[in-house]
């Protein structure tokens, strides 16, 4: 692993417990009154099976320049599997994506994105019909960013957000 991942995953870790309170209330729900008098139950798992969530936080500045955008990346120097590529592939169920306040302390927006939505507008529109583009960094690495409002209403590609 590289010394630049070890710091950018040391940053974004300080947001995990925000990032599982945010994400948790939205994977749990009330459980209906039979299974509460019967099996003990007061709250249920929206989908039972495991839920794998990719979680990117940017730093401060990029909420109000691009407000509707999220990024992936989509190229390493190394030649490495990316976040993009693996989505693709079908990995991740959904995409926690957040914007770090000015003080770096706590995510202040926020998109909670269905990655099966996300394919799925890949498969039937293509690309083409999606609002996208790619951006190179000076360390080398390329991300793609997408347009949330491009995205067709069905299947809803966003979950819930802040941004509302």
């Known amino acids: 692993m590289t010394f630049q991942y070890d710091i950018n995953r040391q940053w974004s870790d ?13 994977l749990l729900q009330a459980a209906p009154d039979m299974l509460d008098m019967t099996q003990a139950t007061d709250l249920v798992m929206l989908d039972a099976r495991d839920m794998r969530i990719a979680a990117r936080v940017r730093r401060p500045g990029y909420a109000d320049r691009y407000p509707y955008q999220f990024t992936v990346r989509s190229r390493l120097p190394s030649g490495a599997e990316t976040e993009l ?33 996300f394919r799925a507008a890949l498969i039937r529109q293509g690309a083409e019909g999606l609002c996208w583009g790619n951006k190179c960094n000076p360390d080398g690495t390329w991300f793609t960013w997408f347009d949330v409002r491009s995205f067709p209403a069905d299947p809803p590609l966003v979950v819930a957000s802040s941004c509302t």
Do not use: M
């Open 85 to 117: 590529s693996k989505i693709v592939n079908g990995k991740g169920d959904w995409l926690f994506y957040g914007h770090a306040n000015a003080s770096q302390t706590a995510v202040e927006r926020w998109y909670l994105i269905d990655l099966n939505a």
């Open 14 to 26: 300080q947001f995990i417990p925000q990032i599982k309170s945010i994400v948790g209330s939205h």
